[in-house]
């Protein structure tokens, strides 16, 4: 079958794509080389394109990483990259402004910066900071002079940019310091900027497709039945819905499945909802999105997410895929299991559901059988009214986790009503801590409770040393993560 897709308005076709075959390789094929491959693990941005995905009744300019993306899964869409934004005679505001302020010295990583800061220009809900949020009153024009200190609070400058769009883009030779003035002295876009004018109407539809390459297929279907279908007549297919985990097979193991199944399109993945007992999330929902349908309803949910890669990643990854991997490091694994979560898990024979905690069997293993997929995360509400996730990285953001802990406690006149620890990169599954659970259930939240709680929570998994940490570290990061939250959340504020 023949399919297109829309890069910069012209419409192209993808030729014989197949499943393997990234965006990133197919544009540059394509003559678009201003897009660049620097670590084909979605780590650097130097890939960063900006689709155009739904948003409401309209549509929204989101960052992603080429290169981890198959081209396939593109059909029918629209995509648009540096060359595309503008060109020498007639750049872009943003390119202006990161050439005019020197945020730009090899110019490798620029255009994965000038994607991603355009995604952040275009933002709906992107508003300058006025006088009475932090003290300062930006330029009338919204620029702010890079000789002078910047109007921000922690995480926005003076024209409401959030400087975490950026979170996902290395520049090695630059500085940041010039990247973040151009971000900063960004104004509104112009209300004839066509690429404005594009978010007031809906999102490309996502037709089915089955394109055939040499080394494998790659079929998008219609809905969910058609999707269980291939996989039951197929169970050795791989499903796709972000790619960031899968993209990094194929570009550094080379894997080649015989048949990808995308299913980052089937609506009956993508729904969300919140309802009387449950918050039901679908496989396919971006973490970006649940961020923003979700905000602050799961306090658990609102740290973890802006910790869980980087923008970049999080406009592409889900927690179906996280989850579905079934790696002992993943960061959604620890905060789901304080919650409680449950997976509901499809195949062509029917539905079930299984609780999170008797999920993992094993290393990358689970009891999900090769004929099913993930369908809904659903998490029980009311949701405990302490929590807190604690990630041991060796960065601040954009790393993977070292050791990872979730809490979720509810406190009763002062005595642990409940409490629930899930933990991750300890074992060779994320896992329930029980013990250091029962070492706390029914005892007074004090601080010798917790001291007894966080060495038998010491005890917890089989951590192994490698080149993340030692297993030593990994232990007494353990018990000191227990007595951090004690100290964060002393009790006396909560309660129930």
Request: net charge negative; hydrophobic share 40%; glycine share 14%.
């Given at each position: 079958m023949e399919a297109r897709l829309v890069v910069n308005g012209q419409r192209r076709d993808?030729?014989?794509?197949?499943?393997?075959?990234?965006?990133?390789?197919?544009?540059?094929?394509?003559?678009?080389?201003?897009?660049?491959?620097?670590?084909?693990?979605?780590?650097?941005?130097?890939c960063a394109v900006l689709v155009a995905r739904p948003d409401g009744d309209g549509t929204r300019w989101t960052a992603v990483n080429a290169c981890l993306l198959p081209a396939a899964g593109l059909a029918g869409q629209e995509v648009i990259t540096a060359e595309g934004l503008g060109s020498a005679d007639d750049l872009h505001p943003v390119q202006r402004e990161l050439a005019g302020r020197g945020g730009s010295q090899c110019g490798y990583c620029t255009p994965g910066f000038v994607c991603s800061m355009a995604a952040e220009y275009y933002r709906p809900d992107r508003r300058p900071v006025t006088a009475g949020q932090n003290g300062h009153q930006p330029p009338a024009d919204g620029h702010q002079p890079a000789d002078q200190p910047a109007a921000h609070d922690a995480e926005h400058g003076p024209n409401g940019f959030d400087l975490h769009a950026l979170s996902g883009n290395l520049c090695r030779c630059t500085g940041y310091r010039p990247i973040r003035d151009a971000a900063y002295a960004l104004g509104q876009p112009d209300p004839d900027d066509p690429l404005l004018a594009r978010l007031r109407r809906p999102a490309p539809a996502s037709p089915a497709i089955r394109l055939t390459g040499r080394h494998g297929s790659y079929a998008r279907p219609?809905?969910?039945?058609?999707?269980l279908e291939l996989l039951a007549e197929q169970p050795a297919a791989q499903l796709v819905a972000g790619s960031t985990d899968f993209g990094v097979e194929l570009n550094l193991r080379h894997a080649r499945p015989a048949l990808t199944i995308g299913i980052d399109r089937i609506a009956e993945l993508r729904e969300l909802s919140v309802s009387d007992g449950w918050i039901s999330i679908g496989a396919a929902v971006t973490l970006s999105e649940i961020e923003q349908a979700v905000g602050d309803a799961v306090p658990l949910l609102a740290e973890l997410l802006p910790q869980f890669?980087?923008?970049?990643?999080?406009?592409?990854?889900?927690?179906?895929?996280?989850?579905?991997?079934?790696?002992?490091?993943?960061?959604?694994a620890p905060a789901l299991l304080a919650l409680d979560a449950s997976l509901v898990l499809a195949s062509r024979d029917g539905e079930r559901t299984v609780a999170l905690a008797d999920y993992f069997t094993g290393y990358r293993q689970s009891v999900r059988r090769p004929d099913e997929l993930i369908?809904?995360?659903?998490?029980?509400?009311?949701?405990?009214?302490?929590s807190a996730f604690h990630k041991i990285a060796k960065r601040r953001f954009d790393d993977i986790s070292s050791v990872a802990v979730a809490y979720a406690l509810r406190l009763d006149r002062g005595t642990v009503a409940e409490a629930r620890i899930g933990l991750g990169g300890v074992a060779a599954t994320p896992l329930r801590a029980r013990d250091a659970e029962a070492a706390l259930i029914g005892r007074q939240w004090s601080p010798a409770t917790v001291?007894?709680?966080?060495?038998?929570?010491?005890?917890?998994?089989?951590?192994?040393?490698?080149?993340?940490?030692?297993?030593?570290?990994?232990?007494?990061?353990?018990?000191?993560?227990l007595l951090k939250l004690h100290a964060e959340h002393p009790g006396k504020e909560v309660h129930e």
């Open positions: 993808l030729g014989d794509v197949g499943g393997h075959v990234t965006l990133l390789e197919w544009l540059r094929s394509a003559g678009l080389t201003g897009t660049k491959e620097g670590c084909a693990e979605g780590e650097c941005g130097a219609a809905d969910l039945a058609e999707a890669g980087s923008r970049l990643i999080r406009n592409s990854a889900t927690l179906g895929g996280n989850l579905g991997t079934a790696s002992p490091i993943g960061d959604a369908k809904t995360i659903r998490i029980p509400t009311p949701v405990a009214p302490i001291q007894a709680a966080a060495a038998t929570l010491a005890q917890a998994g089989t951590p192994l040393s490698d080149h993340r940490a030692s297993a030593e570290y990994r232990i007494a990061m353990l018990r000191e993560s």
